[in-house]
């Protein structure tokens, strides 16, 4: 008795190559009205975000592999200006608590 062979189901080639890209977020104002340093953290956090979401995108999911030239080579890849060293510091801790 023959076993039955099924067909592959048929995949066009461009729905294997091209990376997956999310859909961008809508952009909504800042709360008017509150301390300029709340910005400032505010905005840093949001470049930690990136940058940790980057460098696990990459490999990285060690601390102690992401030095300051590893984060900012990673902020130079995509496109986000050079981290200060408190952001730096701020990526290998979300990078520690997330083990």
Same mark, same amino acid.
């Given at each position: 008795?023959?076993?039955?062979?099924?067909?592959? +189901?048929?995949?066009?080639?461009?729905?294997?190559?091209?990376?997956?890209?999310?859909?961008?977020?809508?952009?909504?104002?800042?709360?008017? *009205?509150?301390?300029?340093?709340?910005?400032?953290?505010?905005?840093?956090?949001?470049?930690?975000?990136?940058?940790?979401?980057?460098?696990?995108?990459?490999?990285?999911?060690?601390?102690?592999?992401?030095?300051?030239?590893?984060?900012?080579?990673?902020?130079?890849?995509? *496109?986000?200006?050079? +981290?200060?060293?408190?952001?730096?510091?701020?990526?290998?801790?979300?990078?520690?608590?997330?083990?």
């Amino acid at each position: 008795m023959a076993a039955a062979v099924l067909p592959l +189901p048929k995949t066009r080639p461009t729905q294997l190559t091209l990376p997956v890209q999310p859909a961008p977020m809508p952009k909504k104002p800042l709360p008017a *009205g509150l301390p300029r340093e709340w910005y400032i953290a505010h905005n840093r956090r949001l470049k930690t975000m990136r940058l940790t979401i980057a460098l696990l995108d990459s490999g990285v999911y060690e601390p102690a592999r992401a030095g300051n030239a590893v984060i900012r080579a990673t902020a130079a890849r995509i *496109g986000v200006h050079p +981290p200060s060293d408190i952001t730096c510091r701020m990526v290998r801790a979300l990078l520690q608590y997330g083990r």
